[in-house]
C-alpha cells in the first residue's frame, strides 16, 4: 500500500510531468486561459492516461512479448484511438465544450505526457495496479499544473499586470516560477 501511495504522490507532485519533466507543455501554455476549460482538459487527459495505463500493461504482458520491437508504434495506436473515442463522446455529449477546447482536444494524442506515462510504465516494470496508480497520479498532476496555472492567469488579467511583461513573457514566467516551487516537493519522501 505504501509503495502505491509513493508511485501516485511520485507522479502527482514530485515528479509532475508538465512541472518536472516539462512534458505536456502545448495544452499547459494553451489552454490554461480559464480556470474551467483546464480542468476539463485535465479530466479529459486523467481518462485518456488511465485507459493508456491499462492499454499498456495489456500489450505489454499478451502482445508484445514476442515483438517489443513494436512497442512505440502500439502504444501511439492506442493514445490516437482513446483520444477520437474521447473526441466523440466529449463532441456528443457537450459541445459547448468541445468548442471551448478547440484544437487542444485532438493535440491530446500528441501530448508527449500520454507517450512518456505508457514508456515510463514500462520502463519502471509496474504491474496492473501500479500503473493504473501511476496513470492515475500523472493526470491528476497534469490536471493540477493546468488549473493552478489558469488560476494564475486569470487572476493576472483581473489585477492585471506590468506592460513589460505581458502575455507569453508573463505566462513563461508564471511556469518557471510553478515549476521551481513544485521542486520543492522533491524531499517529500526520502527515497523520491
Do not use: H
Amino acid at each position: 500500500m505504501g509503495n502505491l501511495v509513493f508511485i501516485f504522490a511520485s507522479a502527482c507532485v514530485i515528479n509532475n510531468f508538465t512541472l518536472s519533466y516539462f512534458l505536456g507543455l502545448c495544452p499547459f501554455m494553451g489552454v490554461t486561459t480559464k480556470v474551467d476549460t483546464a480542468l476539463r482538459l485535465g479530466l479529459a487527459n486523467i481518462f485518456v492516461m488511465l485507459i493508456t495505463a491499462l492499454s499498456t500493461w495489456a500489450l505489454n504482458r499478451f502482445i508484445l512479448v514476442k515483438a517489443p520491437y513494436l512497442a512505440v508504434i502500439s502504444y501511439i495506436v492506442v493514445i490516437a484511438s482513446t483520444v477520437q473515442f474521447v473526441e466523440m463522446v466529449i463532441k456528443k455529449l457537450s459541445p459547448v465544450l468541445f468548442r471551448a477546447l478547440g484544437i487542444y482536444l485532438p493535440l491530446i494524442t500528441t501530448n508527449c505526457a500520454i507517450l512518456a506515462l505508457a514508456l515510463f510504465q514500462t520502463s519502471r516494470g509496474y504491474g496492473l495496479v501500479e500503473g493504473l496508480v501511476f496513470g492515475l497520479g500523472s493526470g491528476v498532476g497534469l490536471s493540477l499544473a493546468l488549473v493552478i496555472m489558469a488560476g494564475i492567469r486569470e487572476e493576472t488579467q483581473v489585477n492585471g499586470s506590468p506592460d513589460l511583461v505581458k502575455g507569453t513573457a508573463l505566462n513563461f514566467l508564471i511556469a518557471g516560477i510553478l515549476s521551481l516551487a513544485f521542486m520543492g516537493f522533491a524531499g517529500l519522501f526520502s527515497n523520491a
